[in-house]
C-alpha cells in the first residue's frame, strides 16, 4: 500500500480499523504501526489487544524488524501461521504501508485467533485454509522492544547450540550475523547488551558486523 504522503491520513486508518473491527469481529487483533520514529513505540492504533496483550504505545514484532532490516524483501505476508507461548493459533495478515520513495511508514496487521476452530479442523479445514503440520511463522508477539531483543537473542543462542560462554570466535561472529539479519540491531542500545551478553567490546561487534554496518 502506497501513501502519496509523509504523513498519515490518520482519520483513513481510523475508519478503516473501525470496519475490520466490527467486520472481523472479538477474535481478531487489528494493529496498525507507525514505524517512522524507532521500534520502541509502533503501536499507534490496536483493537482486541487482549489477544496478544499489547496495547497502544507498545512494540512491533520481530518480522517487523526483518522486513525493516531489509532481510525478507518487500514485507507484505498474508495468511500465515503463529503459535503463541500458550498454546493458541493464530492467523495473521501484514501488510506495509510505504510512501513515493518506497520507505516505509507503517504496517497494518490482522492476528485472528482460531484456536477453537481448528478444534473442528477436519469440517473447517478449507475455512482456515492452513496445515499445522507445515510448521508455523516464529513471530515473537511482547509489550515492550527489550523483551523483543531479549526473545530474539534467545532464540539465536538457540539455534547456535551454546552458551555465549562455550561460543568461539566464529560461533560469536555466526551469532552477529543471524541478528543483524534479523534486525536487532534497529533496536536501540542493542549493540551495547549484545557486547554484555557476548562478552566482547564494541571494536569486536563492529568487526564481526563488518565495514559499513551500524549499531544503535
Known sequence: MELNSKFFDMDFFNRLIDMLEQQLGKSSEIVLHDLRNGYEHTIADIRNGEITGRKIGGTGSNLGLEVLQGTTGHGDKYNYITKLPDGRYLRSSSLYIRDKEGEIMGCLCINTDITETLKFEQVLKDMNRCDLNSGS?????????????????????????????????????????????????????????????????????????GSGKNTK
Do not use: H, W
Open 137 to 209: 511463522e516464529d513471530e515473537i508477539f511482547v509489550t515492550d522492544v527489550n523483551q523483543l531483543l531479549e526473545c530474539i537473542i534467545e532464540k539465536t543462542r538457540e539455534t547456535i547450540g551454546k552458551s555465549p560462554e562455550e561460543m568461539t570466535r566464529d560461533d560469536k561472529k555466526e551469532f552477529v550475523r543471524i541478528l543483524n539479519d534479523k534486525g536487532a540491531f534497529l533496536i536501540t542500545k542493542s549493540g551495547e547488551r549484545v557486547q554484555e551478553y557476548l562478552g566482547i567490546s564494541k571494536y569486536t561487534l563492529y568487526n564481526y558486523l
